[in-house]
């Protein structure tokens, strides 16, 4: 029970980093030059602009309807850990505008878009590793999926692009511009820090040779293998089929291996979001002694 509580304070903390530096970003490079941004915190902006009101204020009356709507639809956690978020991000907004803080970055708007994408990638990052969001249009998406069956990716991009659009009411197109640049570091750096910072590769290989294959993987990549029963789907013909996850750096190891060993290998590489076991740390043996 005590090791849950630490987690549980552990997720709090970084969650509440998180939404720190994506509000320090939000406030003090989006709003301060004009750069839009997608879903709720980008009605937030366009509402600032037209009507002078507080993008702290509108987050939290935003959000309310919608927690209303999706307190049936998410789970009791990821309900509490949302509106926890919310109202720290409502919070943070409103504490950044009394911080008299400028950033000496107004004459590089190139800048500007980079370095405003970095610190919201950084700080949603933090945030939607310990299963936190911050609410909005991730709630909308949510019922959506659940209601009508739309895909939750397809419907936040609907509402994203919406809203960009939207926000040509209060900025040029030149500022749009250098919204979406922001934009595309914000999904990279994101995906960097809540998949923690490291990059993996599955392969999986068909072969005539597997046990082979096997073996000089263990022995010269020193990574583990995994069998998986498989049949061809024209010969009938029942084999081996292996699975072995690797770093990128070793990927080429691999393919080198099978050049000697089987040609002929069928080979499909795919991306590996997250590994969870102790075995995958085992550092690679120098051979060479």
């Not at 809203?163 to 990279?188: C, K, N, R």
């Not at 590769?201 to 993987?217: E, L, P, W």
Request: hydrophobic share 50%; proline share 2%; net charge neutral.
């Amino acid at each position: 029970m005590k090791r849950e509580q630490l987690a549980l304070v552990k997720s709090l903390v970084v969650v509440t980093a998180g939404i720190a530096i994506y509000t320090f970003g939000f406030i003090k490079l989006n709003m301060c030059n004009h750069l839009a941004e997608g879903g709720i915190a980008g009605v937030t902006l366009i509402v600032h602009s037209l009507y002078g009101i507080d993008p702290a204020y509108t987050s939290l009356l935003l959000n309310i309807p919608l927690f209303i709507l999706g307190a049936k639809i998410l789970g009791k956690r990821s309900l509490a850990f949302t509106l926890y978020a919310t109202i720290l991000m409502s919070f943070f907004m409103w504490m950044w505008q009394q911080i008299p803080m400028e950033l000496p970055l107004r004459d590089d708007m190139m800048l500007v878009s980079v370095v405003a994408g970095l610190i919201a990638g950084a700080g949603s990052g933090l945030v939607f590793r310990y299963g936190a969001t911050t609410g909005g249009t991730d709630i909308i998406g949510r019922i959506l999926e659940v209601k009508l069956g739309f895909k939750l990716g397809q419907t936040l991009l609907v509402i994203d692009a919406l809203v960009l659009i939207a926000s040509l009411t209060y900025i040029d197109l030149q500022h749009m511009l250098y919204t979406l640049i922001a934009s595309f570091v914000y999904s990279q750096v994101l995906t960097i820090v809540q998949n923690g910072g490291y990059t993996v590769r599955g392969m999986i290989i068909v072969t005539r040779c597997s046990h082979q294959v096997a073996d000089a993987i263990l022995q010269e990549i020193n990574r583990g293998v995994t069998f998986l029963k498989g049949q061809g789907a024209y010969s009938k013909t029942d084999m081996d089929v292996l699975y072995v996850v690797l770093n990128p750096s070793e990927v080429r190891d691999v393919k080198a291996l099978m050049a000697k060993i089987d040609p002929d290998a069928f080979i499909s590489i795919i991306d590996v979001d997250e590994v969870i076991s102790s075995d995958f740390k085992i550092r690679r043996r120098n051979y060479d002694k």
